[in-house]
């Protein structure tokens, strides 16, 4: 697995990861882009990119992955269907990721940013992985965070079993000091061409738009996640999980879900889990190494918020 990070320099020393430095900005149709040269990606590999941009409220952006004459195009903030899918199929997309279906030879990754000014206020993370590896479960211990509960169960019935991701997102900001209503975050990441609430570049760009530095990171173990809970940083994470693999999740089995880790011990991982029936039943414990498998075996996507 390789991550790149880019970001301005107040943003690259407060973020809990290390970050290589700032991206090279260029005029492009419509705003600004930067490219990015990527290692060469083997078959069944995904890349995940990420964009947060502080003080640009709603600011759309999209991304391109290209080889020789093939490219490949994400929408992920757009209000319109993006086009139809490409005809080169060595790379098929996903809304927020790429998915390798043949070996690349060193491609190239454009982000495109539909702004007036250069970015100034940014982080730009590139995730690439496996799409699905055996996950190490680790041994490290953290502290256990107080996040405050919240199930979306409290949401109207047409909503309330769609909305894991952005009363996810409400928690975290809660937890951070931010006061906001769970139908204003839910109206925010929602992805209007599918009519999904779920986007991982919407909910980092709900984050960043309230004014905490965000990002989607793909991680392969879970003692990676110990830094930044030792720093005090909830992490959410996206899992799937069959029927009863999962002891101590609200739900019996999912083929998707949002769930916020609050800390690890040695035999459990500490999670609010927004599928609860109320607030009281939001905060659980999972074994440790059935959510490793749920989180990481695929994918292993988690947004990683921070306050300036």
């Given at each position: 697995m390789q991550t790149l990070r880019f970001a301005s320099s107040q943003l690259a020393a407060r973020y809990p990861l290390a970050v290589s430095g700032g991206a090279v900005w260029s005029r492009s149709e419509g705003g600004w882009s930067t490219s990015i040269a990527l290692p060469s990606l083997p078959n069944d590999h995904i890349v995940v990119p990420s964009f947060a941009l502080l003080g640009a409220p709603g600011t759309d952006f999209s991304v391109e992955l290209s080889q020789g004459d093939a490219a490949w195009r994400l929408t992920p903030t757009s209000r319109v269907a993006s086009d139809a899918a490409p005809a080169d199929p060595r790379v098929t997309t996903h809304i927020d990721y790429f998915h390798c279906r043949a070996d690349l030879d060193t491609p190239t990754l454009t982000v495109s940013v539909a702004t007036a000014q250069m970015?100034?206020?940014?982080?730009?993370?590139?995730?690439?992985?496996?799409?699905?590896?055996?996950?190490?479960?680790?041994?490290?211990?953290?502290?256990?965070?107080?996040?405050?509960?919240?199930?979306?169960?409290?949401?109207?019935?047409?909503?309330?079993?769609?909305?894991?991701?952005?009363?996810?997102?409400?928690?975290?900001?809660?937890?951070?000091?931010?006061?906001?209503?769970?139908a204003d975050v839910a109206r925010d990441c929602l992805h209007r061409p599918s009519g999904m609430f779920g986007v991982w570049p919407l909910a980092i760009r709900t984050a960043a738009d309230a004014g905490l530095m965000a990002a989607v990171e793909c991680l392969t173990e879970l003692d990676a996640a110990a830094p930044i809970l030792e720093r005090g940083l909830p992490i959410v994470a996206s899992i799937r999980f069959a029927s009863g693999a999962l002891p101590g999740a609200a739900l019996d089995s999912t083929e998707g879900h949002l769930v916020v880790v609050t800390g690890l011990d040695r035999d459990w991982v500490y999670v609010n889990d927004p599928a609860a029936k109320d607030a009281s039943a939001v905060p659980r414990q999972c074994p440790r190494a059935a959510f490793a498998a749920a989180w990481l075996s695929e994918r292993g996507a988690a947004y990683i918020v921070s306050p300036l």
């Open positions: 970015p100034q206020h940014y982080l730009l993370t590139v995730s690439c992985r496996e799409f699905g590896r055996t996950p190490a479960s680790g041994a490290t211990t953290t502290r256990r965070i107080v996040v405050p509960p919240i199930s979306q169960m409290t949401a109207p019935r047409m909503l309330r079993y769609r909305i894991c991701s952005p009363t996810s997102v409400l928690m975290v900001l809660n937890y951070h000091g931010i006061d906001a209503s769970l």
